[in-house]
């Protein structure tokens, strides 16, 4: 059922009021909001929207707060969807806080202001407390009129309350898209997913090398695909540099999981620097063989995407004989200097349908053609794509959790995709957008191999503010691989 927006006054109900938006005028204060959220018996999601005052410093008025906690009878009540309203605000151009929201039965001014600041809380209102109980998904959402630095009772009161009833106003198509988003349904968790041994030890190295041998450690490029990885190990001290020739002579220098070509050890070398090597063993693996096969002589068709650092990497070791294959198109024009030594190997981190795609025109140009002796696509990539497979069949759209330049994590949407589901990738939940969840019961989860689990967590945790509270793993493997480490950091 599509929700409802609750405002308190009438004025903030007309700006309110826009195309997709239902908005009930619930009366101002706690006795007539109480008498208002009674109306709300269990399946109508509930968005309490309005003008409040801030009560600590950094919310400037026409700023809008979003409540992750209102008071309740019993103590606070977590509003879990706040950061899915909050993004959907932010992509809108709004200032937006989010933090608790406390109530009073009066209008609040000087000590008693700060009051509430000490509690923890943003900023406070009349009416939010009173729909504490309300049984469905709820939010609230305030524009700021007043704040410490400019009392209620002051000159320009007027101007800063249209400010804020402007912001109410840029508003109401978020709230609409939460009002659309929210209800009851299912979130199908695909498992495996998020971290694989080989991310789980190239974040581990890093992490004891700044034990070890104390910040900064230089590592060039990012050490996983993955934003939130990377600024977390750069608070730990950890700088990245796109290459060796940025760090200082005789620096500690670690190699990033998805391999380098020989030429950057050479220039680390020459540069006296302390080199720990996390690539991934799955990406040296396919290393070998394309030194292996160079070595004989052979042409090697790697099937890959040319501007990955995997596939850069292992070009590398024989830039003059390897020839990259991105899809079948291509697999059906290259040309081999001797159609009987040719091999071909794989970028570990692609799609397994869409690369045997394409080992099968090169197998049927190339009969001759050597493989490699086990699949180069990692156990992981096949595992976390035979995991999404199974949801997507089940699910009206399908949320990967990954960062856009995470190739494993792009190939999680497109198998979604190809199996009938919406499927979208995001770094965190701030990136989903309340428009895809519009009507969709069951709601698909999955993380690429880089993606903190975390992140699901907190995504798994937010849709259950919307109203999916039915959470179902859907297992298809597991998985206890461990690779060991480096002895400069073991």
Known sequence: MTGVVCAPMHVEAAALRAPGVRVLHTGMGPRRSAESARQFSGATPVLVAGVAGAVTGGVEPGDVVVATEIDGPDGPVPLCSAPLLAGALRRLGLTVHTGPVASSDKMVEGADRARFAERGALAVDMESAQFASVPAPLGVVRAIVDT?????????????GLSGLRSLRLAAPALADWCAAAGS????????RSFCAGVDRAIEIVERALERYGAPVYVRRQIVHNAHVV???EDLGAVFVQEVEEVPEG???????????????????????????????????????????????????LIGHADHEEVEGTVGEAPGRVVVVE?????????????????????????????EEVASV?????????????????????????????????????????????SNSQRLVEV????????????????????????????????????????????????????????????????????TLPREVG
């Open 327 to 355: 899809d079948a198109s291509a697999a059906a024009q290259v040309r081999a200097e001797d159609p009987e030594k040719v091999a071909y190997a794989m970028q570990t981190t692609l799609a397994a349908d869409e690369a």
């Open 148 to 160: 410490p630095g400019y009392p209620l009772l002051r000159p320009g009161t007027f101007m800063r």
């Open 185 to 192: 349904g299912e979130l199908l968790l695909a498992s495996p």
């Open 251 to 301: 620096a500690t220098t670690v190699l990033a999981a998805h391999g380098v070509a020989p030429s950057v050890r050479e220039a680390a070398d020459a540069r006296g620097l302390r080199v720990i090597d996390a690539t991934c063993p799955l990406v040296t693996k396919v290393h070998n063989e394309v030194r292996r096969y160079s070595a004989r002589g052979d042409t090697i068709f």
């Open 416 to 483: 979604s995709r190809r199996r009938g589901a919406a499927a979208y990738l995001v770094d965190d939940v701030s990136e989903v957008d309340l428009r895809w969840l519009a009507g969709a019961r069951r709601i698909g989860i999955t993380a690429g191999a880089s993606a903190p689990p975390h992140l699901v967590e907190e995504l798994t945790r937010c849709l259950g503010g919307l109203g999916r509270n039915s959470v179902r793993e859907s297992q298809v493997a597991d998985e206890d691989v461990r690779f």
């Open 362 to 406: 090169l197998r049927e140009r190339f009969p001759a053609m050597a493989a490699p002796r086990r699949d180069d696509i990692c156990y992981a990539t096949t595992n976390r794509q035979r995991a999404v497979r199974a949801v997507a069949e089940h699910s009206d759209v399908v949320l990967v959790v990954g960062s856009a330049n995470s």
């Open 231 to 233: 600024r977390r190990l």
